[in-house]
């Protein structure tokens, strides 16, 4: 029955085309769309990941006014290196505290100049932003303790000052501060407001502080959470421990600005469930159109077949086995527009990744849920054409066929 | 011979709109195995009304049909096409072929709604396209066939289960009066080797190769009448 079925379909190819030439459209969109969404999902979550899921980034809230005039100045000389350990052993969910300076700076070297950012941390402050060594190595706590004047590049400062050549044991310039270059950065990308990660000059926070800076303050404190779980109520505590010991003049406790990257995490993954919702509407109505299309397309197929179906009747089909022919005929009538769409979608993703700066993840989910849908709903709506078919008097039929 | 069709008081209306029109008002007859029969009538005196009731396309409204001893009068669907598939062939007119599909593949369809799966399917088909003179013709399709060739088709498409009973609607109407002859050849040794053949028409010369000439007229049988043993 099946093979008659195709040889029937096969037999009227124009009208087949355009029958399954919505649903095809339909689901090939579906699957580029969602090539797009899963690509634009993993390329900030890979972001936001590169960063840890489980940090709180703390940085202290500029005070618009200050004595009732408005405050000129943006820097904000509230936190201490010393808050870091305050929260590492004040709150038992932190699991570790790191103190960080982060200004924009210039860095030199033989002549060549390179708008970069100071990163001046702690070796943990290293560990938690996922800092480690592709060439030489990173500083450590001694190199720290001990104000070493020595830098680890980001791989588009290293570039940018040394072209191909290893910068390792060269020496750059920071202001006036010479230090040397003790190792190059793995490569990092971009954060999720998109700077370039690998644009950064790190060194130990004492010799940023007192050798480069000449500050008493830091910028920055970077908090590990024992568990991602914890993160939320970590936040509430180093608000708390910061509060206490932070006042204003006027007694109140100073605001901080905290970046929660579990928030963050739920925030972009919130936009990208917008994109995916917007994708399965688009599929939805694709699948609408395509069922339009196939039962107006069965329902004339109906119609000019009465002859056909009345001499099945009469060579022994039952009732139940005309309904199954037009169900299974919808059904193969979808399931080929589903996957003639897939392969369609497939082929476009898949040319658009080779030849676009398209960051696409291959949609198999969409694909196989797109075929899925398709076939389920050629099944559905087969149900009317076969309806219709059944009623058909046969002696009528072979009248006018 | 047994009685293949025994039909007692068939009656037959149809409605359109308001107006209901009686086609078949009382119609009694047999036919047994072996027998050939004719059955004519004016236009819209109900011949093909039925032939359709003797082939359980249509149900009449008032009547018992015995078929082969057993009455079908109110079975199922179920039983009824399990019947027209294995003990009933058609011949129409218009042949009733499918389009683009070879002469074997139509005459296998019926073999698509037997109730077990034929595992010689093709082999029969090439034997009863043999018994019609077709089998080196097996691989063309309707269109490349004449339309005497068409109808062959179409009387081993109703051979394929070997049925007890051929129920034919003007099968010469469509042919050349050589075809024509070719067809009804067929049908009268289809009968001889002992299957019951009812063949419509409205053409006297078609009806006097039947053994039995049933003449309808006002819903009745007008001659004719109901026969127990082959003349």
Redo the contacts between chains.
């Keep these: 029955m099946l093979r008659l079925s195709i040889r029937l379909q096969l037999a009227h190819r124009r009208r087949t085309v355009l029958s399954v030439a919505a649903l095809l459209l339909g689901v090939a969109t579906v699957v580029v769309m969602s090539a797009v969404a899963q690509g634009a999902e993993r390329r900030v979550i890979e972001r936001i990941r590169a960063m840890g899921t489980d940090l709180l980034v703390i940085q202290a809230a500029p005070a618009p006014v200050v004595a009732g005039r408005a405050r000129q100045r943006t820097t904000v000389t509230t936190l201490r290196p010393q808050d870091a350990d305050i929260i590492a052993s004040g709150s038992a969910l932190a699991r570790v505290a790191a103190p960080a300076v982060v200004r924009s700076t210039v860095a030199r070297s033989g002549g060549r100049n390179s708008p970069t950012t100071l990163l001046g941390t702690t070796s943990d402050g290293l560990r938690i932003q996922g800092i480690t060594a592709q060439a030489g190595r990173v500083f450590d706590a001694a190199e720290e303790r001990e104000l070493r004047r020595v830098a680890v590049l980001g791989a588009t400062v290293a570039r940018n000052l040394f072209g191909d050549a290893s910068p390792v044991g060269e020496t750059v310039l920071i202001g006036r501060i010479p230090l040397e270059v003790i190792g190059v950065m793995r490569r990092r990308g971009t954060d999720v407001g998109g700077s370039d990660l690998d644009n950064t000059v790190a060194l130990p926070l004492t010799t940023a502080m007192r050798r480069v800076l000449n500050v008493p303050f830091i910028d920055a404190l970077f908090v590990q959470a024992r568990s991602v779980r914890d993160l939320d109520q970590l936040e509430r505590e180093a608000r708390d421990l910061l509060a206490q010991r932070h006042r204003s003049r006027s007694g109140l406790p100073m605001e901080f600005v905290v970046r929660n990257q579990a928030v963050l995490l739920r925030t972009e993954r919130g936009a990208t469930a917008a994109l995916r919702g917007l994708t399965l509407g688009a599929g939805a109505l694709s699948l609408v159109v395509g069922a339009v299309g196939i039962v107006a397309v069965m329902l004339l197929s109906v119609r000019e077949r009465v002859g056909e179906i009345a001499l099945r009747r009469a060579v022994g089909a039952r009732l139940t086995d005309i309904r199954l022919q037009f169900v299974l005929e919808s059904t193969l009538l979808a399931g080929a527009g589903g996957a003639a769409g897939v392969l369609a979608g497939l082929a476009t993703a898949g040319l658009t990744a080779l030849l676009g700066p398209w960051d696409l993840v291959p949609p198999w989910t969409a694909a196989l849920v797109g075929l899925g849908c398709s076939v389920a709903m050629g099944l559905v709506v087969g149900v009317i054409p076969a309806v219709r078919a059944a009623r058909l008097d046969p002696a009528v039929g072979l009248r006018r066929g | 011979m047994p009685d293949v069709i025994a039909v007692e008081h068939l009656a037959k209306s149809y409605r359109k709109g308001a107006i209901i029109t009686e086609v078949l008002k009382d119609v009694s007859f047999t036919v047994h195995a072996g027998e050939f029969v004719a059955i004519m009538g004016a236009s819209g005196s109900g011949k ?2 039925l032939l ?1 009731l003797l ?1 359980f ?2 149900r009449p409204d008032r009547g018992t049909y015995r078929f082969e001893g057993a009455d079908l009068t109110g079975a199922d ?2 039983t009824l ?2 019947v ?3 003990r009933i062939g ?1 011949v ?1 007119q ?1 042949f ?1 072929l ?4 070879s002469a074997l ?1 139509n005459v296998m ?2 073999l ?3 109730e077990a799966d034929v595992a010689d399917g093709a082999a029969r088909a090439r034997r009863a396209l043999a018994l019609v003179g077709l089998e080196p013709r097996a691989d063309h399709e309707p269109g490349e066939l004449s339309g005497g060739e068409q109808q062959r088709v179409a009387i081993a ?1 109703a051979l394929i ?1 070997d049925p007890v009973l051929i129920l034919a ?1 003007e099968p010469t109407g469509s042919l050349d009066a050589k075809s024509g002859a070719g067809v009804l050849e067929l049908l009268r040794s289809l009968a001889d080797s002992g299957r019951a053949i009812i063949l419509v028409t409205h053409d006297r010369v078609v009806a006097e190769r039947a053994d039995r000439i049933l003449v309808i007229a006002d819903g009745r049988i007008a001659s004719g009448g109901p026969v127990s043993t082959k003349p």
Excluded: I, K, V
Excluded at chain 2, 98 to 101: A, I, N, P, Q
């Design positions: 093909s009304t359709n082939g396309l249509d669907d179920a096409s399990t027209r598939n294995q058609f129409f218009q009733h499918l389009e683009r599909t593949d369809l019926p698509l709604y037997a498409r289960n609607d």
